[in-house]
């Protein structure tokens, strides 16, 4: 079974920053992209960061500049670093990763239970 398990959640300041971590354990013969998700209450759950495992990334247009997603393909792990945070980044942060279990097979999606982070004077 794969779980996906993220830390680094919290109250912060606007203008401050936070790095939050996605640790992927379980049955893993590889790891393809991964992501990171921000759900608002009332608002849809949208894209934040992709990163394939070659590298390559994309991001949502308010945070181009400010948001940074990188992995540890040797710890599984995916982050993502927010510098210059603001109130309208408040929101419940979700990863995910397309994980392939063994050899022939499809990868599958897998979702973690989301980190709360407030950006708050």
């Known amino acids: 079974q794969v779980q996906l398990v993220e830390s680094g959640g919290g109250l912060v300041q606007p203008g401050g920053s936070l790095r939050l971590s996605c640790a992927a354990s379980?049955?893993?013969?590889?790891?393809?992209?991964m992501g990171w998700y921000r759900q608002a209450p009332g608002k849809q759950r949208d894209l934040v960061a992709i990163?394939?495992?070659?590298?390559?990334?994309n991001y949502l247009t308010s945070v181009k500049g400010r948001f940074t997603i990188s992995r540890d393909n040797a710890k599984n792990t995916a982050y993502l670093q927010m510098n210059s945070l603001k109130p309208e980044d408040t929101a419940v942060y979700y990863c995910?990763?397309?994980?392939?279990?063994?050899?022939?097979?499809?990868?599958?999606?897998?979702w973690g239970q989301g980190t709360q982070v407030t950006v708050s004077s």
């Open positions: 995910n990763a397309f994980i392939l279990e063994r050899p022939g097979s499809t990868p599958y999606l897998y």
């Open positions: 379980g049955s893993i013969f590889s790891i393809y992209t």
């Open positions: 990163i394939t495992n070659s590298g390559s990334t």
